[in-house]
């Protein structure tokens, strides 16, 4: 299985809240997992990412907690501000044949209202 | 990081012809992949290209319609040919930053076949 599952599909909170995304992979061989950010009419950004031997990993105001048990991972967004307004992507990949794949899940669309 | 600038940005093109789409890095980097984004959906890998080799294709992606160039390890290009409007899409370059396992990705090309 390749699928990485993502939800919600959109999610609205107010300035200050705290937005949870969460995703969901079947495909045990998978070691490393990134989040993405885009702004409409730009390219996925990068945002932060985390591998298999950690349960946590935190940048500024961005968190990431995988359970590897479960097969889940989800990014928090700690005091989310209108900017932070944007399609959030989990991702997932394996090292195979020397090039890491990135599988993309179908994006959730987030909406801070100030 | 890298920088990764695509040409054009976006184009209005008839059905029935191609388009050439570019991507250049300002690193030298082994691995680059294209990818489609139809609206407001997630992202496809489309192909896998190496520079001095073959370009390896997803399923469902086939060389006579999405031929890849990579001259060098800086530059690659993506044709899309004998167009037609399901081929309306954004389409993006990424590259891997060997050893670190992270995609960075260029703005995209959106393209519109009427």
């Known amino acids: 299985q390749q699928q990485v599952k993502q939800s919600p599909q959109s999610l609205i909170v107010q300035k200050g809240g705290i937005p949870i995304i969460n995703c969901a992979y079947e495909n045990t061989a998978f070691d490393y997992f990134p989040w993405y950010q885009q702004f409409p009419g730009k390219g996925p950004a990068l945002l932060i990412a985390?591998?298999?031997?950690?349960s946590e990993k935190k940048e500024g105001r961005f968190t990431i907690s995988f359970n590897k048990s479960a097969k889940q991972f989800s990014l928090h967004i700690m005091d989310s501000q209108p900017g932070d307004s944007a399609t959030y992507f989990c991702a997932a990949s394996m090292s195979q044949g020397g090039s890491e794949k990135l599988v993309f899940g179908k994006g959730t669309k987030l909406t801070v209202n100030p | 990081s890298a920088v990764i600038s695509q040409k054009p940005s976006r184009d209005i093109c008839q059905r029935g012809t191609s388009l050439t789409i570019q991507c250049q890095v300002d690193s030298q980097v082994t691995m680059m992949f294209w990818y489609r984004q139809q609206p407001g959906q997630s992202l496809t890998l489309i192909a896998t290209a190496n520079q001095g080799s073959e370009a390896t294709y997803e399923s469902g992606f086939v060389i006579d319609k999405f031929p890849i160039s990579r001259p060098n390890l800086t530059f690659s290009t993506l044709t899309v040919s004998n167009m037609s409007p399901e081929d309306s899409s954004i389409y993006l370059c990424s590259v891997e930053l060997t050893g670190a396992g992270e995609a960075f990705f260029g703005q995209g090309t959106r393209l519109t076949v009427v």
């Open positions: 985390i591998r298999p031997d950690v």
